[in-house]
């Protein structure tokens, strides 16, 4: 059986001939571009957009790399569409925010890329699902003929980690993803629907952007941190385990690895996989501070009771007075409607909360900790 390849390419920082440079790299030691796509294939280049951030808070994917992607398939005359669904309600307005303030819509500049606008979704079959059996995602994904996906390497406070795999989720619309938080408040069960859906998306190819990364309470209320690296496989669990051990994670404490460890969709030993380009050893130097939820100790649980006492082993998002505007984008993103605006302050009840910190990823004030 061939082990899955992932490559690695060094890149210093965000130049975008420096980025183009480690992206045409990357691809090189895959056998090039066109192993991927040919003339006249129409792709959509799924983004890592989550929120309206600014490219230097390490939230979003980069423009830099977006723009080096669109690039090398426009060279290869592809169509392509560029977008995401970011987390929270689904408008016009909060999408058209994230795009510029993200750098999204400067990055097409010079291009003939077209910035994908839909809200709409479409229900797909996943008969090969372990946990779910259909799913709804954007209209784009039955449009086009491939997928390219650009995750950004960080940490996340529910699944420990979010790469090539969790990218995937974006491809659920709007507030439809609360519907899989509110049902599936157990981090394990939040995987395997991931694992799911990432298998029935099915990307052609997927380039990361670990040029900086970011650690500690992620998959935006933590600190950017340099890691210099571009990382591409067509091996969604291969590469997130690999850009795991290249800054340090121990990727069975990573819950959307460990979950993809006891589907055998990796088997947890690095040896496994194929690094070609770059090798780990390279970036020996670079350790990430883990997303960390509290559990108690001592504590083992069966699993399907877990499902219904998830919020008393975890932590929980607390408001923080000197940051919290009222602004309600937490309240608005909450799948259980638990938060509420009292004297321009997000007040929780704890009782129906489970957990999922969407009000922390979402909050633009990070006035949304984890403790």
Known sequence: MNKPVVSIAKCKNYEPDEVAKAVKASLAH??????????????????????????????????????AVVKILEEAGCKVIVGDSPGGPATRGRLERAYRRSGIIGALEGTNAELYRGFDGIRMPCPDGKLIKSFEVLDIVPQVDKIITLPKLKT??????????????????????????????????????????????????????????????????????????????????????????????????????????????????????????????????????????????????????????????????VPLKARCNGCGDCMRACPRQCIQIIDKLAVMDYDKCIRCFCCHELCPERAIDIE
């Open 30 to 67: 895959l056998e090039g571009i066109s192993s991927f796509v040919k003339p006249g294939d129409k792709v959509f280049v799924k983004i890592n957009l989550l929120m309206a951030s600014k490219p230097d808070e390490a939230v979003t994917t980069h423009p830099s790399v977006i723009n």
């Open 156 to 317: 996340h406070m529910l699944t420990g980690f979010t790469g090539a795999t969790k990218i995937c989720y974006g491809f659920v619309p709007g507030m439809v993803k609360a519907t899989y938080h509110s049902t599936l408040p157990d981090p394990e069960d939040f995987s395997d629907m991931l694992l799911d859906l990432t298998e029935l998306i099915n990307p052609t190819l997927t380039i990361m952007d670990g040029v900086v990364g970011m650690e500690g309470k992620g998959p935006s209320g933590g600190n950017p941190k340099h890691v210099g690296a571009i990382i591409a496989s067509t091996d969604n669990a291969a590469l997130d385990m690999t850009a795991a051990r290249l800054v340090n994670l121990e990727p069975k404490d990573l819950t959307i690895l460990r979950t993809a460890m006891k589907r055998k969709l990796v088997s947890g030993n690095q040896n496994d996989i194929e690094v070609v380009g770059d090798t780990l050893d390279n970036f020996s130097q670079i350790s990430f501070e883990p997303a960390i939820r509290k559990k108690k100790r001592g504590i083992r649980i069966p699993r399907p009771i877990r499902r219904f006492l998830v919020k008393r082993y975890m932590s929980q998002p």
